[in-house]
């Protein structure tokens, strides 16, 4: 069974530093590009990074762009997203999700992690 | 960056069959995919690619696709789908974009 776990949530103040981590298991890890969606408290869904399974091929949305970090370590089957300088705005919910084999669809998603960013 | 146009909310009555649209330029080069999402629980895929299901989801889930506009189509909708609804495709650049959701009521 596929599933992914996020950890690593919390309460954080303005301009201070976080990082998510996401445990995978139930399927290849190193075979699979990973992603990181966030959903603000009563909004729609935003994409934030994806790492390529070899984890050299990198995007992050705009919006944080300079500010996070995607990262994975296939050996331990886990993903990570180191979030710096965080913002009010930041404030979310954090989902990994898989992408499916060799498209650009995410079939698999975590239960997510929140991150709260308030003085 | 793309993006992606969804209604805010839609309405249907029990067993009438109910469209869920998503517009915007990167249709026209990539296919959507379309997640639901129930409150408090984490996404699940319905549809991706050329109309395909996941295993687990119901035939009455279907999708299409035209020019700049894809739709999730629910046949027979059941109570239990009553959930908001996102779309969801990529841009030229590899980065991926959401539609805002659609709220689906069931009547």
């Known amino acids: 069974e596929v599933q992914l776990v996020e950890s690593g949530g919390g309460l954080v103040q303005p301009g201070g530093s976080l990082r998510l981590s996401c445990a995978a298991s139930g399927f290849y890890f190193q075979m699979y590009s990973m992603n990181w969606v966030r959903q603000a408290p009563g909004k729609g869904l935003e994409w934030v990074s994806y790492i390529g399974s070899g984890g050299r091929v990198i995007y992050y949305a705009d919006s944080v762009r300079g500010r996070f970090t995607i990262s994975r370590d296939n050996a331990k089957n886990s993903l990570y997203l180191q979030m710096n300088s965080l913002r009010a705005e930041d404030t979310a919910i954090y989902y990994c999700?898989?992408?499916?084999?060799?498209?650009?669809?995410?079939?698999?998603w975590g239960q997510g992690a929140l991150v709260t960013v308030s003085s | 960056s793309s993006e992606l146009t969804q209604d805010p909310a839609v309405s249907v009555a029990l067993g009438q069959t109910v469209m869920i649209t998503c517009q915007g330029d990167?249709?026209?080069?990539?296919?959507a995919s379309w997640y639901q999402q129930k409150p408090g629980q984490a996404p699940v895929l319905v549809i991706y690619?050329?109309?395909k299901r996941p295993s687990g989801i119901p035939d009455r889930f279907s999708g299409s696709s035209s020019g700049d506009t894809a739709s999730l189509i629910i046949t027979a909708p059941q109570a239990e789908d009553e959930a908001d609804y996102y779309c969801n495709s990529r841009d030229s650049s590899g980065n991926r974009v959401f539609g805002g959701g659609t709220k689906l009521t069931v009547l």
């Open positions: 999700a898989r992408d499916i084999l060799d498209s650009y669809h995410f079939d698999y």
């Open positions: 690619g050329k109309n």
């Open positions: 990167s249709l026209r080069s990539y296919y």
